[in-house]
C-alpha cells in the first residue's frame, strides 16, 4: 500500500482549526517552493512557501473544497477537487466547490501554465484528502471506544461494523479538528479510485451556459467607470505629446492623462513582459464613449533609443537589451539568416561532421514560423479599486502572485493591502501571464480615486504583444547505402527566443546528432504561447523525420518506432528527457485505433507524435482535397498522461488542441512593417472556422496507472506536423512555411 508522509522531513502541511460553530477546516499545501517565508497561522515551516487550500466539513456533513488555481477551461476547478475527494472518501453530490482568491500570506504559486496544476499537485492533493479521513476515523474511534482498524468510510459515512454504528462525516468533524495529524497516511490503490478516472461534469456547467457571471468582464460595481489605454502605434516608438481637448469634450469622458505602467528602475519578473508603458488613459462613463474618445486623441509618438530591461528570472539577475528600430517583416528574416550562420552548439554527440562526409544521401529541408496572436474569446481586462492604502482588484490572469508583486511595486502599497478576486479566464494559454492591464486600472483607479474597469478591444490586444516568437529551423540528416540513418543535424533559432530543445528525440536515437541554437533580439515582445517552443519544435522535427522516412523507403510510424527502439535499447547520451517505451507505446497504440496502413478513396493520412509537458501525443489525420478546399475527415489521437483523473474534461482538452492547432497551422501569421502590427483584428489576422474543424476527433489514453502528467498543452503541438504531412499526401508539395495556406494557394 501506497503512503504519504504529513509532516516530516520539514513539510508538516496539514494544521486543523475548528470553524465557527463547528465542522472542520484544513489547511493543505498544494504544491511547495524552496523558499523562505515566515511560518504562518496554520503552523507551516519557514523553509516553505505553501500553495493553499481548504477542505470545510459543515455539520450536515457537506464537504467544500477551496480550489485555489485559476480556472481558465482547463477545468482543473473540478478536476483537483475531485482527487482531494477521492482519498476523502466523500460522496461527489455532497460536495461543493469554492473558487478562492489570490491570498499571499496562507497561498502561493497559485497559477496556471506550462499543465502543470495536477501533476505538481496529484500527490499533496491526494494526501490532504487522505489524512482527513484519517482524522474523521480517529475522532469516530474516541468517540465509539472502538479500534480505528476496525473503522471503514465509504462516500461520506463512517461505519464501524462490529458495533452496527455509522455517522456521516459532520457529525464527527468538530471533533476530528482537535484529533492530532497523522505524520503518515495510507493512499489508495488505484485499483480502488471511485472519482478519479470517473468522468465529472464541469462544476460551472450551469453557471456557464445560463449565462451567470463569471468572467472578469462581467465585474459591476456603484460607481464604477470604465477606461481604456492608447499605445504607440508601433514597436520601437514611445509617446512624445498628445492634444485631448476634443477627447475631453465629448460625452462622458471624465478624464484623459497620461500614465507609466512600468518603471523604469522596476526589476522586472519574468511574466513583467510588456514593451508599451507611456500610455494615455481614457476615462468615462461607458465603454463605448470611452472609445469613441480615444479615436478623438491626437498623439505624436517618436523613435525610442535601445534600453535595458533589469529582469529576475526567477531569482536569477539578467538584463534584456532592447535594440532601437522599427522591424519589418522583410528585415526579420534577414536578420534570423545571419544569426542562423553563427549557432551555438547545445548538444554535440559521436562524429555528426565525419559521418554527413560519408553519407550515401543527405536531406537537408528549412521551416520557418511566423508571429502568432493568442486571441483570447474575452478581451483582456480588470476591475481595481484603490482606496488610499488598500487595493480591491478582480479579473482573469494566469500569474497573479507574480502580478500581485509588481502591483505592489508600482503602487508602492504592501502585499497584504491587497486582494485579487481570480474570475473564470475566457481565454488564455500564456496570454493572461503577462498581466500588465490589471497594474494599469489600479494606477487609474489611484488617479481617479473611484472603481475602474479596464478593457482592451481587440486592437488594442493585437498590436500590443505579447506574442509568440518567429521561428527558423534548418534540419539535415544522413542516409547511408542501406538507407540506414547515419546522422543527425539541426540549427533552430528565433526573434528573439531560441525554440530548440536540443535533449528531446530525436536525441538519444541517433549516434551522430548536432543541436544548434541562435537567437535574434528584437523590440517586439513575445511570451508564453500554449505548449511554448514545443509548438513549432513539434512542426518542423515531425515534418522532416517524415521526409527521411520517405528517403529510407519506409513507412513513417515504423521509422520512428525503430528510432525510439534504439533509444530504448541502446540510447546515446545521457540528458534524453524522454522515455522512449512510452514514446514507443503511443505510436503503437495510435497505429491501431487509427488503422494505419489502410486506405480509403480519397483520403490522405498524416502522422506525428511529440514529447513535451511531461506527457507523450500522437495523431493521424485524415483529409482531401474538395474543389480546391481542405476538408478534414477525422483526427485520431492518443496520449500518455498518466492517470486521467476525469476522461470526459480530458477529452475535451484534446479536441480543443486539435481544432486549436489545426487553424494556427492552416491560418496563424502575424506579420509587421515599420514597427506597426499589419493584423490589427479578426478581418486580418485569419482564424479557423467551423466548417474547417474535423468531422470527427476520436481521442485514445494510455493506460499505465503513472501518476498524472500534464495534458493542456501535449495534444496541441503535433497536430502541426500531422496536418502538414496529410496535405503532402494530397498535394504532393511538401509544406515548410506556416501558415499553410499560403502555400496551398500559390
Not at 67 to 83: A, L, R
Not at 218 to 232: N, Q, V
Not at 448 to 468: C, F, H, Q
Not at 606 to 614: D, I, L, P, R
Request: contains cysteine; charged residues 25%; hydrophobic residues 40%.
Amino acid at each position: 500500500m501506497k503512503t504519504a508522509k504529513t509532516k516530516i522531513n520539514r513539510r508538516s502541511f496539514l494544521k486543523v482549526s475548528a470553524l465557527t460553530g463547528g465542522g472542520m477546516l484544513l489547511s493543505l499545501n498544494w504544491l511547495a517552493a524552496c523558499q523562505p517565508k515566515e511560518a504562518n497561522a496554520f503552523g507551516m515551516p519557514k523553509e516553505w512557501f505553501q500553495f493553499n487550500g481548504f477542505i470545510k466539513i459543515g455539520k450536515n456533513g457537506l464537504v467544500t473544497i477551496m480550489s485555489p488555481n485559476p480556472e481558465g477551461g482547463q477545468n482543473v476547478k473540478t478536476s483537483m477537487p475531485m482527487i482531494v475527494a477521492e482519498e476523502l472518501d466523500v460522496d461527489w453530490e455532497n460536495v461543493v466547490v469554492e473558487q478562492a482568491d489570490l491570498d499571499t500570506k496562507y497561498f502561493t504559486r497559485q497559477f496556471i501554465g506550462g499543465s502543470q496544476a495536477i501533476r505538481s499537485g496529484y500527490t499533496n492533493l491526494r494526501t490532504a484528502g487522505a489524512t482527513a479521513r484519517a482524522m474523521l476515523i480517529a475522532a469516530a474511534a474516541q468517540n465509539w471506544k472502538v479500534p480505528a482498524n476496525e473503522i471503514t468510510v465509504k462516500a461520506g459515512t463512517i461505519s464501524h461494523k462490529g458495533s452496527g454504528k455509522s455517522a456521516h462525516f459532520g457529525e464527527f468533524a468538530s471533533l476530528a479538528a482537535t484529533m492530532p495529524v497523522p505524520e503518515e497516511v495510507p493512499l489508495k490503490s488505484a485499483r480502488d479510485f471511485k472519482i478519479i478516472g470517473t468522468s465529472k461534469k464541469n462544476v460551472e456547467a450551469k453557471n456557464i451556459v445560463t449565462g451567470k457571471p463569471l468572467f472578469g468582464i462581467d465585474t459591476k460595481r456603484e460607481g464604477m467607470l470604465i477606461a481604456m489605454i492608447l499605445h504607440s502605434p508601433a514597436f520601437g516608438k514611445t509617446l512624445k505629446s498628445f492634444n485631448d481637448s476634443k477627447a475631453r469634450s465629448m460625452p462622458g469622458i471624465k478624464d484623459v492623462f497620461q500614465i507609466k505602467s512600468i518603471q523604469d528602475h522596476y526589476k522586472r519578473t519574468f511574466f513583467d513582459t510588456v514593451q508599451f508603458t507611456d500610455l494615455i488613459a481614457v476615462v468615462g462613463e461607458s465603454t463605448w464613449q470611452v472609445l469613441q474618445a480615444k479615436k478623438a486623441i491626437e498623439a505624436e509618438w517618436e523613435i525610442q533609443e535601445s534600453y535595458e530591461e533589469k529582469r529576475d528570472m526567477f531569482g536569477r539577475d539578467g538584463i534584456r537589451v532592447v535594440p532601437k528600430g522599427l522591424e519589418s517583416s522583410s528585415s526579420q528574416e534577414q536578420a534570423m539568416k545571419l544569426a542562423a550562420k553563427n549557432p551555438e552548439t547545445q548538444r554535440k554527440d559521436g562524429n555528426p561532421e565525419a559521418a554527413f562526409a560519408k553519407a550515401a544521401k543527405i536531406i537537408e529541408r528549412s521551416y520557418t514560423g511566423p508571429f502568432l496572436v493568442h486571441n483570447c474569446m474575452e478581451p483582456m481586462n480588470f476591475f481595481a479599486d484603490v482606496q488610499g492604502d488598500k487595493v480591491e482588484c478582480a479579473g482573469p490572469l494566469q500569474k497573479p502572485e507574480l502580478t500581485e508583486q509588481a502591483l505592489s511595486s508600482r503602487l508602492g502599497i504592501p502585499l497584504e493591502n491587497i486582494d485579487i478576486k481570480m474570475t473564470r479566464l475566457g481565454g488564455g494559454y500564456g496570454r493572461r501571464s503577462y498581466a500588465h492591464w490589471l497594474i494599469e486600472a489600479a494606477i487609474i483607479s489611484q488617479k481617479m480615486k473611484a472603481p475602474i474597469k479596464l478593457i482592451y478591444s481587440r486592437e488594442d490586444d493585437m498590436t500590443g504583444g505579447v506574442y509568440r516568437s518567429r521561428y527558423q529551423a534548418t534540419y539535415r540528416a544522413s542516409l547511408d547505402e542501406n538507407n540506414k540513418l547515419t546522422a543527425f543535424h539541426v540549427n533552430a533559432g528565433g526573434l528573439p527566443e531560441n525554440p530548440l530543445y536540443a535533449d528531446r528525440f530525436p536525441a538519444g536515437a541517433v549516434d551522430n546528432y548536432l543541436a544548434e541554437g541562435w537567437e535574434v533580439p528584437s523590440n517586439i515582445t513575445t511570451g508564453s504561447f500554449r505548449a511554448p517552443r514545443s509548438n513549432f519544435m513539434a512542426c518542423v522535427e515531425q515534418s522532416f523525420l517524415d521526409e527521411v522516412a520517405e528517403e529510407a523507403g519506409k513507412d513513417p510510424i515504423d521509422f520512428r518506432l525503430e528510432l525510439l527502439a534504439k533509444a530504448k535499447a541502446n540510447p546515446v547520451g545521457e540528458r534524453n528527457d524522454y522515455d522512449a517505451e512510452r514514446y514507443a507505446k503511443v505510436l503503437e497504440l495510435l497505429r491501431e485505433k487509427a488503422n494505419w496502413g489502410s486506405s480509403k478513396d480519397g483520403i490522405s493520412r498524416g502522422v506525428s507524435a511529440y514529447f513535451c509537458h511531461n506527457s507523450y501525443a500522437a495523431q493521424v489525420l485524415d483529409l482531401k482535397i474538395v474543389e480546391g478546399q481542405v476538408k478534414i475527415h477525422k483526427v485520431t489521437t492518443v496520449v500518455d498522461c498518466g492517470i486521467v483523473v476525469n476522461p470526459d474534461a480530458a477529452k475535451n482538452l484534446c479536441e480543443g488542441a486539435v481544432v486549436d492547432g489545426i487553424g494556427t497551422a492552416m491560418y496563424g501569421e502575424l506579420k509587421f512593417e515599420n514597427g506597426v502590427v499589419n493584423n490589427s483584428n479578426f478581418h486580418q489576422y485569419r482564424q479557423i472556422r467551423m466548417k474547417e474543424s474535423p468531422d470527427s476527433i476520436e481521442t485514445y489514453f494510455v493506460e499505465n496507472g503513472e501518476d498524472p502528467s500534464g495534458l493542456g498543452e501535449p495534444a496541441y503541438p503535433p497536430v502541426f506536423a500531422a496536418l502538414a504531412n496529410a496535405l503532402y499526401q494530397a498535394t504532393g508539395k511538401r509544406f515548410y512555411d506556416q501558415p499553410f495556406i499560403n502555400q496551398l494557394n500559390s
